[in-house]
């Protein structure tokens, strides 16, 4: 899965940034101390001249960002959001794709303001720049539409044939739940969320593992499938800011919290079926330690 992929700190550090984790290991405050500020107000100076927040973000991992089908325009859950926050604080939002390896040296070398990519808030990542988190996800399991084998957990697939994507961590979480299993499961390995999805159709098997807000677009555009609401190996993905611009940061979490408030950032999150993943308070470096 994307979100899992390692980002070369290394890399990142000779861009200078400022690797190096506090004296006490602890992460940043959980929430911005913006005092009864606007978002609009904490933009900081030399950001309102420009006028414009330069987000980078990766296509190709829908509903998260993507294509627009026969165009070049970037759309999804995070093109979507960025230029709601881009509003909310007065700024024009230019969305450029780049390779996802490359967002967070780009963002260290000063080419965008912050990178949007379905990042999820590591520790390792925590070392070169701070996170903004606005999503939660995490597995989910996928069943036929009306859930004939009446699966409600992980622990039901025991004994069950379930199809799991090579590689990813779904499979991971699979396997753990098989070694706890009296009855095993019969774990077929597909190449993707798609092809595996092909043999629960087929009757080959009851159920995959997929990222749920995959799992969730899947639900919604084919009308075949179930999502079971419990997610598995969850954790939040954070919209990256240099740890050097933590006014801006503030400000981002801020415009974005008042969007959570009144309705907007829900709605957006909703219009491609991942709502689920919602937050309901916008949090700074919360990921797991």
């Not at 829908?62 to 999804?76: D, I, S, W």
């Not at 808030?121 to 925590?126: E, G």
């Not at 009446?150 to 090579?166: E, H, Q, R, Y």
């Amino acid at each position: 899965m994307r979100k899992h992929l390692v980002i070369a700190l290394v890399a990142v550090c000779a861009l200078g940034a400022g690797c190096g984790r506090s004296s006490s290991g602890t992460a940043a405050p959980s929430a911005p101390a913006a005092g009864g500020k606007s978002a609009k107000e904490l933009v900081p100076q030399s950001v309102r001249e420009a006028g414009v927040l330069r987000v980078a973000t990766s296509e190709g991992y829908p509903p998260m960002e993507m294509y627009k089908p026969g165009t070049q325009e970037l759309t999804g859950v995070d093109p979507d959001l960025a230029t709601a926050i881009g509003t909310r604080l007065g700024l024009k939002t230019t969305v450029t794709n780049a390779a996802f390896d490359g967002l967070i040296p780009g963002l260290q070398g000063g080419r965008w303001d912050v990178a949007m990519s379905s990042l999820s808030d590591t520790a390792q990542r925590r070392q070169a720049v701070d996170f903004v988190d606005y999503f939660n996800a995490g597995g989910s399991v996928m069943v036929k539409k009306g859930n004939p084998e009446g699966i409600t957990s992980l622990a039901d697939l025991c004994g069950k044939k379930v199809v799991l994507a090579k590689g990813s961590s779904n499979l991971e979480i699979g396997k753990r739940q098989n070694d706890k299993c009296e009855k095993k499961m019969e774990i077929l390995q597909s190449e993707d969320a798609p092809t595996g999805l092909l043999t629960i159709d087929s009757g080959r098997t009851v159920a995959t593992i997929v990222d749920s807000p995959v799992a969730y677009m899947f639900a919604k555009e084919t009308g075949k499938y179930e999502v079971l609401a419990e997610q598995y190996d969850a954790g939040p993905w954070g919209i990256a800011v240099g740890k050097q611009n933590t006014g801006l940061r503030d400000a981002i979490a801020k415009a974005l919290q008042e969007l959570v408030d009144d309705g907007s950032y829900k709605a957006i999150l909703d219009k491609y079926g991942t709502g689920p993943n919602a937050v309901s308070k916008v949090t700074i470096n919360t990921g797991a330690p």
